[in-house]
């Protein structure tokens, strides 16, 4: 997540970054250009905490999710090379339930040849439409790959025009 906003806003060390999952420990809020703000908010999958710390996360995140009136859209990651897993579909039908517009990026797609990124970008997309018409977009924090059109969705969905 961090790599993804580090990405998004051309900066290397704006968010900081961890190899092991579990470092968000709370939100964090970013200020860009004076319109928009994007909320870091920990993880849920493979952090290694303790389960009290992941049940406490959880509520933060539903909470914020639920009740935060400006929020207008989550980027909601998924590792393009493990699929979606149980909690995944489970933050998905929350989601829906919530009426939240969201975004599936499948990170991390640089680790994959062409041939299986368009693999796994078609299993996506096939297993989301059989629940419904979902949007999936291959990301990678470190070409640049999908910037673009994840830059697109989140100007449509503030209302604003990229500059």
């Not at 870091?40 to 914020?64: I, N, Q, T």
């Not at 969201?102 to 996506?124: G, H, M, P, V």
């Amino acid at each position: 997540k961090s790599s993804l906003i580090n990405c998004l806003v051309n900066k290397k060390k704006l968010v900081k970054t961890s190899s092991t999952p579990g470092k968000t420990q709370m939100i964090n809020f970013f200020g860009i250009n004076e319109k928009l703000y994007f909320a870091d908010l920990p993880g849920y999958g493979f952090a290694k905490v303790p389960e009290s710390v992941r049940k406490h996360w959880g509520k933060m995140v539903e909470d914020y999710v639920k009740t935060r009136e400006t929020l207008l859209g989550v980027i909601f990651i998924v590792d393009i090379r493990r699929g979606m897993t149980e909690l995944d579909w489970g933050l998905r039908d929350w989601l829906k339930a919530y009426n939240k517009d969201y975004i599936l990026i499948a990170s991390k797609c640089d680790k994959l040849s062409r041939n299986e990124r368009n693999k796994q970008i078609s299993k996506f997309r096939k297993e989301l439409k059989e629940e419904g018409n979902d949007d999936v977009l291959a990301f990678s924090s470190k070409t640049g790959e999908g910037k673009k059109d994840l830059w697109n969705w989140i100007l449509q969905k503030a209302d604003l025009k990229r500059t």
